[in-house]
C-alpha cells in the first residue's frame, strides 16, 4: 500500500488489493452518484464505470461535489471523470454517455464486481434489477426523499427491486428527460446534506461487499441519526427473475455493425435488441446492415438474443466483444 491510502491499513477487514483489482459499474451520476464514486476513487478502486445520459444543470450545483459552473451543459459522465482522474489517479475511469440499457451491456452487469444504482427513476432502477438478475449479478441501490433514504443490496439469488411491487407499481413510467426538466411530481428531491449522508452510507456498503465483509441487506435513515434495518425477502411472484442460461451464450467478439452480427447468424434466426433502435423496433434486421452497433445504442458488452423467425423465446445468446476477466 502507498502512504496515500496509508491511513486504511490499520481499518479491520480492510482489503486495499481487493479494491485496486476491483471494477465497479456506477448507474447514475447525480447527487448519490457524485458521493458514491468519490468515495470509492478516493478509497482507491482499480476501476470505475460511470453511465448516465444527462447533462449536468445548475440545480446539480447545489448537491454535487464533482461538478462546477463550468461544467454546465457538459455530460455528467464526462466531467464527473474528469473529476475522479484529478483526485484518484491511480483511478481508471471511463464514462458512459447513454441510458444503462444502451451504455452498460449484460457481460458488463455479469463481470463487474459490484454494480451499483444511483439512479432517481423507479422504471431505471426496475430495469437494471431485472437485467442484473437476468446474468446472476447482484445490485447496490439507493434512494432518497426529501429527509432520509435507504440503501438495499439485492445478493444473486435473493430478492431484488420489484420483489413485493404490484404489476401496476412495476409498470410505472417515471423517467425524468433530465435534471433541468424532471417529472413535476419527482422534482422535490433532497438536500445535499441527505445526499451526501444517503451516498456515504451506499460508498461504506459497497465497500464492506468489495472486501466480503457482512453487510446489512437493507438500512433505512428516516432522519438523521435514525437508522433502521429491514430484512429483504425473495417475491416468488417478481417477473424480474428470469435469468440467461450462460451455457446459451456464445461469444463472438469485438463485432462493429449490424452485418456482422446477422453473419453468425442461420437464414431463419433473428437477434433483438433490449431497448428500441431508432425506427422503434427490437428487431437488429431491420437496420441498416452497414449500421454502426454504437449508433443503434448497443452496448459494446452487450449480450443479445437469439430467437428462431416466429418465436419470441431465445434458444442462445450472443455475447459482444471480448471478456475483460
Known amino acids: 500500500m502507498t502512504e496515500r491510502f496509508s491511513r486504511h491499513d490499520g481499518i479491520p477487514g480492510w482489503g486495499h488489493e481487493r479494491l485496486r483489482s476491483a471494477t465497479v459499474v456506477i448507474i447514475g ?157 419527482t422534482a422535490h428531491g433532497a438536500s445535499s446534506a441527505i445526499a451526501a449522508l444517503v451516498g456515504a452510507w451506499q460508498a461504506t456498503s459497497a465497500l464492506r461487499i468489495l472486501f466480503g465483509l457482512p453487510t446489512a441487506q437493507a438500512s433505512r435513515i428516516e432522519s438523521v441519526g435514525a437508522v433502521h434495518q429491514a430484512e429483504l425477502r425473495r417475491d416468488t411472484a417478481c417477473p424480474l427473475h428470469e435469468s440467461l442460461d450462460a451455457t446459451q451464450i456464445e461469444q463472438i467478439g469485438a463485432v462493429a455493425t449490424v452485418q456482422d452480427v446477422l453473419d453468425y447468424m442461420a437464414a431463419d434466426e433473428e437477434a433483438f435488441t433490449w431497448a428500441s433502435l431508432p425506427d422503434g423496433g427490437q428487431l437488429l434486421r431491420t437496420a441498416s446492415s452497414c449500421a454502426s452497433l454504437t449508433d443503434l445504442g448497443i452496448a459494446r458488452d452487450e449480450i443479445l438474443p437469439v430467437a428462431r423467425r416466429g418465436t419470441l423465446r431465445a434458444d442462445r445468446y450472443f455475447e459482444l466483444g471480448e471478456r475483460s476477466r
Not at 448519490?32 to 468519490?38: P, S, T
Not at 481508471?92 to 454494480?115: K, M, Q, S, Y
Not at 443490496?153 to 435473493?158: E, L, S
Request: a negative charge.
Open 29 to 185: 451520476v447525480g447527487a448519490l452518484g457524485n458521493e458514491v464514486a468519490r468515495i470509492l476513487a478516493m478509497a482507491g478502486a482499480g476501476r470505475l464505470r460511470i453511465c448516465d445520459p444527462d447533462m449536468v444543470a445548475e440545480s446539480n450545483l447545489s448537491r454535487t461535489i464533482l461538478f462546477r459552473a463550468k461544467d454546465i451543459g457538459r455530460y455528467k459522465a464526462d466531467a464527473a471523470a474528469d473529476a475522479l482522474r484529478d483526485l484518484s489517479p491511480g483511478t481508471e475511469v471511463e464514462p458512459i454517455v447513454a441510458p444503462h440499457v444502451n451504455g452498460i451491456g449484460l457481460a458488463a452487469l455479469r463481470d463487474a464486481d459490484l454494480v451499483i444504482s444511483c439512479l432517481d427513476s423507479v422504471a431505471a432502477r426496475i430495469s437494471l434489477a431485472a437485467r442484473c438478475n437476468a446474468v446472476g449479478g447482484g445490485l447496490l441501490d439507493a434512494g432518497t426523499h426529501p429527509w432520509g433514504g435507504q440503501v438495499c443490496y439485492y445478493g444473486p439469488g435473493g430478492a431484488c427491486f420489484g420483489c413485493g411491487m404490484s404489476e401496476q407499481q412495476r409498470a410505472v413510467q417515471d423517467d425524468p428527460w433530465s435534471c433541468a426538466a424532471p417529472i413535476p411530481d
